[in-house]
């Protein structure tokens, strides 16, 4: 396997993007995958927690966007074995305006800049992105080959997130990356107590086909916060949690679902 680019998006925060992004990409780690985290969002939220030191670094996407400097300068390790960074910072927001000024050209910058090294050098990209479906989110789908939709299960809110960001995913095949699927949505945040989840959980199982939702479904599990707030994956911090076995399962099933397509070598 090499060289596949998974966004990772919802038009709602608190879907579980970054927790989605970190913990798949340590799950990653564990399975012997090369990763690349793309942080694409400028809350760098996915930077903080795998950057020890976010002070230490020198250039992020926002030089990589704004300046003609090589995708390898901007390209971190980190303290996981296999995964690598390439950290934002909160002044790529500014770049926003000028460059949707230029679109559609400009919606290809991500893919230009990006694409073809982060393919050779890594197995899977995971690219965290804001909570919205703006300008740099569609930068991010016309360099993907796949993307992933979290969905906070007990949230109405979420859920019409999910819809729009099914519509958004297929307008940007139809016009723009011809090459982009819909991989999977996935439940996170399910707390099998209350009503609310199991009413969610019903309406999303009526709404989408079985082969488009991941079998794995997160749980609430407060050791997501807690190891957010240690700045560490899931792993590091509580490896025989809920959340962390999810989270393996999460990637053994991603694999599996890769190897079935008939044009991806797993």
């Given at each position: 396997?090499?060289?596949?680019?998974?966004?990772?998006?919802?038009?709602?925060?608190?879907?579980?993007?970054?927790?989605?992004?970190?913990?798949?990409?340590?799950?990653?780690?564990?399975?012997?995958?090369?990763?690349?985290?793309?942080?694409?969002?400028?809350?760098?939220?996915?930077?903080t927690i795998l950057i020890n030191n976010i002070s230490s670094v020198t250039?992020?996407?926002?030089?990589?966007?704004?300046?003609?400097?090589?995708?390898?300068?901007?390209?971190?390790?980190?303290?996981?074995?296999?995964?690598?960074?390439?950290?934002?910072?909160?002044?790529?927001?500014?770049?926003?305006?000028?460059?949707?000024?230029?679109?559609?050209?400009?919606?290809?910058?991500?893919?230009?800049?990006?694409?073809?090294?982060?393919?050779?050098?890594?197995?899977?990209?995971?690219?965290?992105?804001?909570?919205?479906?703006?300008?740099?989110?569609?930068?991010?789908?016309y360099m993907s080959d796949f993307v992933i939709v979290p969905n906070e299960?007990?949230?109405?809110?979420?859920?019409?997130?999910?819809?729009?960001?099914?519509?958004?995913?297929?307008?940007?095949?139809?016009?723009?990356?011809?090459?982009?699927?819909?991989?999977?949505?996935?439940?996170?945040?399910v707390d099998r107590r209350t009503n609310a989840a199991a009413n969610i959980?019903?309406?999303?199982?009526?709404?989408?086909?079985?082969?488009?939702?991941?079998?794995?479904?997160?749980?609430?599990?407060?050791?997501?916060?807690?190891?957010?707030?240690?700045?560490?994956?899931?792993?590091?911090?509580?490896?025989?949690?809920?959340?962390?076995?999810?989270?393996?399962?999460?990637?053994?099933?991603?694999?599996?679902?890769?190897?079935?397509?008939?044009?991806?070598?797993?």
């Amino acid at each position: 396997m090499q060289g596949i680019v998974i966004s990772i998006i919802n038009n709602k925060g608190g879907c579980a993007k970054t927790t989605t992004t970190v913990s798949l990409a340590h799950a990653l780690d564990k399975e012997g995958k090369n990763v690349l985290v793309i942080d694409n969002d400028s809350q760098c939220n996915s930077s903080t927690i795998l950057i020890n030191n976010i002070s230490s670094v020198t250039n992020t996407l926002y030089n990589l966007l704004s300046q003609n400097i090589p995708v390898t300068t901007c390209i971190y390790p980190t303290a996981y074995r296999r995964i690598s960074i390439l950290p934002n910072d909160q002044r790529t927001a500014a770049l926003e305006i000028p460059l949707a000024k230029h679109m559609p050209d400009s919606l290809l910058i991500h893919r230009e800049k990006l694409r073809d090294h982060v393919c050779k050098s890594f197995d899977i990209v995971l690219i965290d992105n804001p909570p919205n479906l703006g300008f740099f989110v569609a930068a991010s789908l016309y360099m993907s080959d796949f993307v992933i939709v979290p969905n906070e299960a007990g949230s109405m809110f979420s859920f019409e997130g999910l819809l729009n960001a099914v519509e958004f995913i297929n307008e940007i095949r139809e016009n723009g990356n011809h090459d982009l699927r819909f991989l999977r949505l996935l439940i996170s945040k399910v707390d099998r107590r209350t009503n609310a989840a199991a009413n969610i959980i019903r309406l999303i199982r009526d709404t989408f086909d079985t082969d488009q939702i991941f079998n794995t479904v997160i749980p609430v599990n407060a050791a997501f916060q807690q190891a957010e707030l240690q700045k560490q994956s899931i792993f590091r911090f509580q490896a025989n949690s809920p959340g962390a076995k999810a989270y393996r399962m999460l990637a053994v099933e991603l694999l599996s679902i890769l190897g079935q397509l008939p044009d991806i070598n797993v």
